[in-house]
């Protein structure tokens, strides 16, 4: 079994910062096209960054960095505004140990709520 499992949401004034982490455990053989992903109240869920590629809205604000030999992800946001509030995700494509395939996997997700 595979888990993805998101950290360090929580409450940020404008302009603040913010660091998530997205650690992948189980039996796993490799772990692939990490990224994140948001969801605000009452809208789709929307790509925020891969290891190759930004948002608009984020690009210049949040960075990306993998953890390879920890099967992790972060996400530093910085420059927080009130409209980045929302459930942040971790994504990940993994192969299992004894699969052929990889698949995709989401974490739970973490809240990021940005106000004053």
């Known amino acids: 079994q595979v888990q993805l499992v998101e950290s360090g949401g929580g409450l940020v004034q404008p302009g603040g910062s913010l660091r998530l982490s997205c650690a992948a455990s189980?039996?796993?053989?490799?772990?692939?096209?990490m990224g994140w992903y948001r969801q605000a109240p009452g809208k789709q869920r929307e790509l925020v960054a891969t290891?190759?590629n930004y948002s608009d809205f984020v690009k210049g604000r949040f960075t990306i960095s993998r953890d390879n030999a920890k099967n992790t992800v972060y996400l530093q946001m910085n420059s927080l505004k009130p409209e980045d509030t929302a459930v942040y995700f971790c994504?990940?494509?993994?192969?299992?140990?004894?699969?052929?395939?990889?698949?995709?996997?989401w974490g739970q997700g973490t809240q990021v709520t940005v106000s004053s």
């Open positions: 994504n990940a494509k993994i192969r299992v140990i004894g699969k052929l395939y990889e698949y995709v996997y």
């Open positions: 189980g039996s796993i053989s490799s772990v692939n096209a």
């Open positions: 290891i190759t």
